[in-house]
């Protein structure tokens, strides 16, 4: 290999200026796999159980509907819930001939009131 071809590879490698070290490998960027394998392991060490399969999760804002299609839910006795899934925001009047069914008579009269 001659002088100047081995001085132009030299140059792509080298991280500060001449004389200095070169770079013993490239940094790969950092994937996102991680940060989600981390919370599976926080989520794992408080004892979660899953739930089973919901088709649906409703959480109601105002005249807005959260609203979650086939969940991954788990819980952790009676107050502790992660919901895992794509959240959808809704208006309440999109959703309400599904969700009028699924209301308790006190929710009922909360929501009634809003509207």
Same mark, same amino acid.
């Given at each position: #290999?001659?002088? %100047?071809?081995?001085?132009?590879?030299?140059?792509?490698? /080298? !991280?500060?200026?001449?004389?200095? #070290? /070169?770079?013993?490998? &490239?940094?790969? $960027?950092?994937?996102?796999? %991680?940060?989600?394998? +981390? =919370?599976? *392991? %926080?989520?794992?060490?408080?004892?979660?159980?899953?739930?089973? %399969? =919901?088709?649906?999760?409703? #959480?109601? /804002?105002?005249? *807005?509907?959260?609203?979650?299609?086939? $969940?991954?839910?788990?819980?952790?006795?009676?107050?502790?819930?992660? !919901?895992?899934?794509? $959240?959808?925001? +809704?208006?309440?009047?999109?959703?309400?001939?599904?969700?009028?069914?699924?209301?308790?008579?006190? &929710?009922?009269?909360? !929501?009634?009131?809003? #509207?």
């Amino acid at each position: #290999m001659n002088a %100047t071809k081995l001085r132009k590879n030299e140059a792509h490698v /080298r !991280i500060g200026g001449k004389g200095s #070290m /070169r770079r013993k490998f &490239k940094a790969a $960027p950092r994937k996102t796999e %991680t940060d989600s394998a +981390k =919370m599976q *392991q %926080t989520l794992r060490s408080l004892g979660l159980q899953s739930l089973g %399969t =919901m088709e649906e999760i409703n #959480m109601f /804002r105002g005249d *807005q509907v959260l609203r979650f299609e086939k $969940p991954r839910v788990q819980a952790s006795g009676q107050t502790c819930f992660v !919901i895992n899934g794509k $959240p959808q925001t +809704k208006k309440l009047a999109e959703v309400w001939p599904q969700v009028v069914n699924q209301l308790g008579p006190e &929710k009922l009269q909360e !929501i009634v009131k809003t #509207m």
